[in-house]
């Protein structure tokens, strides 16, 4: 049976996208799910970065990230060819999941 946190295809709506970090090579079909930015997850977040209504989070598989330094100023580009900044980042559940604050560049 899969487990939630670490297999993303138990979800509708999951999406591959490319994530480039900042000075490095873009990764490629890495497995997504987008979501609109929660009042819990703003409160988290907003000591690090201020947040725009526009901002949206991308939950994506951090296996393929593993070798990957994540930071503020990645790029990622979705399914349908949209632009993202990433403004805040961080691995959860044990690094099998990196979370990503993005804005529309």
Sequence with gaps: MPTPATDFTVFDG???VEYTPAGG????N???LRRSLTKSAQ?????FVEL????VVFHLDAAMLAAATLAAADT???AA?????VKFIERQSWNSVAVAVCRPA
């Design 14 to 16: 999951q999406e591959l």
């Design 25 to 28: 090579m873009a990764i490629e």
């Design 30 to 32: 890495v497995p997504a």
């Design 43 to 47: 409160r988290n977040v907003e000591s």
């Design 52 to 55: 725009h209504a526009t901002d």
């Design 76 to 78: 990622l580009v979705d």
């Design 81 to 85: 060819g949209q632009h993202y900044q």
